[in-house]
């Protein structure tokens, strides 16, 4: 027998779960803190790489992205740096780890995965800052990345803002 009465739950959404993160957004994730480990320890990228593998869901992970981000970022550091050097406010050298790893990532992604959309790049690179970094980290990461994209994929950019 049903009641007349609503169930006094009706009235409120029901909760969404938590979206599966991709296994790209897994891989940066991994490849962070890879990076940031190198960063701080410069422990040899073999050791890292070994370290991360055995990390719970990189299996889940897209590990050809991982090996991308992770060996490309540290091969090309001075590179990426040099980069990044024309739109920080200071020497990379300076920036915390996180932010640092982070936007070599991102600067990465934007000069070598012309396959990710540069916006993509950079909302990736501001969720890991939000994740992993500090209490303002993703809106400075957020303003350097957009920079690089202007710099680094100009057509794409300004294509972008023709659009609006």
Request: glycine content about 6%; overall charge negative.
């Amino acid at each position: 027998m049903s009641s007349a009465f609503p169930d006094k739950h009706d009235d409120q959404p029901a909760a969404k779960p938590a979206k599966p993160k991709s296994a790209r957004r897994r891989s940066r994730e991994l490849a962070l803190q890879g990076l940031y480990e190198w960063l701080v320890s410069g422990t040899d990228a073999g050791v890292i790489d070994a370290h991360m593998r055995e990390q719970e869901g990189f299996d889940k992970a897209d590990r050809a992205h991982f090996d991308a981000l992770l060996h490309g970022c540290i091969a090309e550091a001075a590179d990426l740096d040099a980069v990044l050097a024309k739109f920080v406010d200071r020497k990379t050298t300076e920036l915390s780890p996180v932010e640092h790893a982070v936007l070599m990532i991102g600067a990465y992604e934007l000069k070598h995965c012309i396959d990710i959309p540069y916006k993509v790049a950079i909302n990736e690179a501001v969720e890991l800052a939000k994740s992993f970094g500090g209490t303002d980290g993703h809106k400075y990461v957020n303003g350097v990345l957009d920079k690089t994209a202007s710099d680094l994929r100009p057509v794409e950019v300004q294509a972008s803002h023709k659009g609006r």
